[in-house]
């Protein structure tokens, strides 16, 4: 307790040097709260938290200091729990003033490499910029010390973390790009005489005609597995359609002006009848894309089998007919 009194006079001296006497033989507490961090540029970050110092009777000693480091990024693809990464930062913002002082004082805010620290004389809002460009993980590990323990924050994506809680993965909260390879397949029909397709204005769905090496040719899209996590996607054409009878339709052509009129469905090999598609359609439909591994690392697949259902118009004749599909594919706003 000699001790204490002693740091107690040796406080209320600076305080008094400073003009805030106020401070002088009271105990304190801090926490933080309303943490987020969002990503400014590919290895830029902003992080914001509220540090709130309030008088507190129940303890006997109070802040002062708090240090913030960050946190590596392990093999694992997480917040390494341990080791740190030298802090390159900048843009540093209080919402209330702040004071400078080069030793230990109350809520004194110290960075690594920062020779001249800031005080925090009253509850404020935090604001810094930092980078991930020596693999560092996209948070600031929080450090508020007082005399005879640390209380540990994390400062994060998602919210403040206890030094006991996990936080997200990387691939989570920074996701890589998809990177979509979508493999071209070439439909080739069988020959169909017209006198068997319906007309457009006939009930029913068409006539489905074979194709022929249809396994070869299926309609396969293959993409970074971790970079479509938590989002969903939409697989649609750019061709136009026309209206036929009452259907809306695909056009193939063919010779002397001849069109076959068709619809398409590409039926999910996963087996799952909400991953099939049918165009034309009128709105996006989205899906959860498959994380499967596939014979690439750190890539999955989906594939589709094409079924291909034919009409006849009065402008339907005899002859080869063609048309070219695009397809795109759209994440989930």
Not at 61 to 88: C, E, H, I, Y
Request: charge should be neutral; proline fraction near 7%; include cysteine.
């Amino acid at each position: 307790m000699k001790v204490i009194s002693n740091l107690f006079r040796l406080l209320m001296a600076s305080l008094l040097v400073l003009g805030t006497p106020v401070w002088a033989g009271i105990t304190y507490n801090a926490s933080v709260s309303d943490c987020a961090v969002i990503k400014l540029s590919p290895t830029q970050w902003r992080a914001k938290f509220t540090y709130k110092i309030v008088e507190d009777s129940n303890i006997d000693s109070w802040p002062n200091v708090f240090s913030m480091v960050q946190p590596r990024l392990n093999s694992a693809g997480k917040a390494d729990p341990v080791n740190t990464v030298v802090l390159n930062y900048s843009n540093l913002q209080f919402s209330k003033p702040s004071i400078k002082l080069g030793t230990i004082y109350l809520a004194q805010l110290f960075f690594e490499g920062n020779p001249d620290p800031e005080v925090i004389k009253e509850t404020s809002t935090v604001s810094i910029d930092f980078t991930t460009d020596t693999g560092g993980y996209p948070a600031l590990r929080l450090l508020v010390r007082f005399y005879s323990y640390l209380v540990p924050y994390y400062i994060a994506t998602s919210g403040c973390y206890s030094n006991n809680e996990e936080l997200p993965p990387i691939e989570e909260i920074d996701p890589p790009e998809p990177a979509f390879q979508l493999k071209s397949a070439a439909w080739e029909l069988d020959t169909v005489d017209t006198g068997d397709l319906p007309e457009t204005t006939a009930p029913g769905e068409g006539y489905t005609a074979a194709i022929k090496n249809v396994a070869n040719n299926n309609l396969c899209v293959s993409y970074v597995t971790a970079g479509v996590k938590n989002k969903n996607y939409a697989l649609s054409v750019t061709n136009g359609a026309s209206q036929y009878g009452g259907r809306n339709l695909f056009v193939m052509n063919g010779p002397a002006g001849s069109q076959l009129p068709y619809n398409l469905r590409l039926i999910s090999n996963d087996g799952v009848a909400g991953k099939d598609f049918a165009f034309p359609s009128g709105s996006a439909k989205y899906i959860t894309l498959s994380q499967a591994a596939s014979s690439v690392e750190k890539r999955s697949e989906m594939c589709w089998t094409p079924q291909v259902n034919l009409f006849r118009s009065s402008q339907t004749k005899g002859g080869l007919h063609m048309d070219t599909v695009n397809f795109i594919i759209t994440p989930q706003a």
